[in-house]
């Protein structure tokens, strides 16, 4: 751990220990989150989850150089009285806490509304009633679909920035019909980003409002039928890692046209902990966090992905790599989809001077590499189970 004396902010001032509560840490960005605050800064944290797995390493033994400095606390934020004694307690707060994957948004739109606008409300109100900042994740999804995307197919007005490229203080949040549920989680997070920017503007609440572009690496979410249910569907880079250990092919739903810009989570992690120590210049701001030079299809990511695992694992690419699905097979009923997305980086580049550095392929490799390690061995015991009758 670095001397809090050593430590300077971007405006050169001496950097004081804080204490942070953060919900939802023992989720990937928090696990990536408490790692880095552990190893380099001298601030505490009170990690608030329902689960720890994730953060384990960071908690036991007694005898790691942090111990003291992280506290983990197990509790939901829907029901626990706990809640703003420890915001209270804490310099900053900072709300992870959400259900965050698409395959949930349409067949389980209540408990997605409930998780990231009804549940985050109390936090809030007890940020602004105690004076406490808050940083609240939000998500690149509040953009919706490109006004691009509404132009015929062939047209040249696609190939403009002006169609596509995702800015917080102009670009509009563009949403399908309500039946289509996919957008439940979006509108919900819009609503509380509205309603965090309202405590800021009337009550004079200090925030900053987090929007990440798909941040990946390691200890993404879950790989079905070994730490988490079989029938479950995570976030794409869990999808496509589960079919590679598996040796099946991946699953494009449909025909995976849809462009995604990757960052690689430490990048990320990175722009988080400036946020953190420059409240003066990330208070009152909205933040896209990602990386505009890694846009690919998702089909190119399968692509790449197997290409890379391929390097990582020693094994042949799979005869059959990838399958075509539709997105009702795959999701159900009331799945949409955005189109395309890459962050203007105006806002966080002046502000905190922050640049993403790894390549897509890159972030791939130690990510592969990461998931191989971790999970071929447990694959090949699930494959070798004989199916009960
Ligand atoms: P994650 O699911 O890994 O982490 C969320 C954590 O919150 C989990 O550990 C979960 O147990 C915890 N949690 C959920 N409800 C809770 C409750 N009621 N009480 C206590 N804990 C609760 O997801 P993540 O990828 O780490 O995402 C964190 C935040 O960032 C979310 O708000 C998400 O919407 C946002 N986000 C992430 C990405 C990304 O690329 N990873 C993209 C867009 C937005
Ligand atoms: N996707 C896919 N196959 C999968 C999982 C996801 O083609 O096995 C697609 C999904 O339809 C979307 C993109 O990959 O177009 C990214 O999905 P993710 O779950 O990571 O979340 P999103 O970026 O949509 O929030």
Redesign the pocket.
């Known amino acids: 751990m670095s001397s809090s004396l050593e430590r300077v902010d971007l405006d050169g001032n001496q950097i004081k220990p804080i204490t942070i509560c953060m919900?939802?840490?023992?989720?990937?960005?928090?696990?990536h989150l408490c790692e880095k605050i552990m190893n380099e800064t001298p601030h505490n944290v009170l990690a608030?989850?329902?689960?720890n797995d994730?953060i384990k390493h960071l908690l036991e033994p007694d005898n790691l150089p942090w111990h003291g400095r992280i506290h983990f606390h197990r509790?939901?934020?829907?029901n626990?009285s706990r809640l703003e004694g420890l915001i209270k307690m804490s310099d900053l707060t900072i709300?992870?806490?959400?259900?965050?994957?698409p395959a949930d948004y349409n067949t389980r739109p209540l408990d997605t509304i409930f998780?990231?606008f009804i549940?985050a409300l109390p936090v809030v109100k007890y940020c602004s009633e105690n004076n406490k900042r808050l940083i609240h994740?939000?998500?690149?999804?509040v953009y919706g679909k490109t006004i691009g995307s509404f132009l015929p197919k062939d047209s040249p007005l696609r190939e403009d920035p002006a169609y596509y490229l995702l800015k917080e203080e102009d670009s509009p949040c563009i949403f399908g019909s309500i039946e289509k549920q996919r957008w439940s989680?979006a509108c919900a997070?819009q609503l509380i980003e509205r309603l965090i920017y309202a405590e800021g503007a009337e009550n004079g609440m200090d925030f900053t409002i987090?929007?990440?572009?798909?941040?990946?690496g390691p200890?993404?979410?879950f790989i079905p039928g070994v730490d988490g249910p079989s029938e479950g569907v995570p976030?794409v880079l869990a999808c496509f890692s589960n079919n590679l250990l598996r040796g099946e092919p991946l699953k494009l739903v449909d025909g995976g046209e849809s462009q995604r810009t990757f960052v690689y989570?430490k990048d990320?992690i990175e722009a988080v902990l400036l946020m953190i120590e420059n409240p003066a210049r990330a208070n009152g701001h909205i933040f896209n966090v990602g990386n505009p030079n890694n846009e690919v299809t998702v089909r190119q990511l399968a692509e790449m992905m197997i290409q890379v695992y391929s390097k990582v694992s020693g094994e042949q690419t799979p005869e059959t790599p990838t399958i075509d699905v539709s997105s009702k097979e795959f999701y159900g009923e009331g799945y949409d989809d955005s189109d395309k997305r890459i962050p203007d980086m105006t806002i966080i580049n002046k502000q905190l001077g922050w640049n993403p550095k790894t390549s897509l392929w890159d972030l791939l490799e130690s990510t592969l590499t990461y998931q191989h390690r971790t999970y071929a061995e447990a694959i090949k015991k699930v494959i070798a189970k004989p199916i009960a009758t």
């Open positions: 919900i939802g840490a023992g989720g990937f960005i928090g696990s608030l989850d329902v689960y994730k509790l939901n934020i829907k626990d709300n992870l806490a959400a259900i965050c994957t998780s990231n549940d994740f939000s998500t690149c999804e989680y997070k987090v929007r990440p572009f798909n941040w990946i200890r993404m979410d976030r989570i990320a």
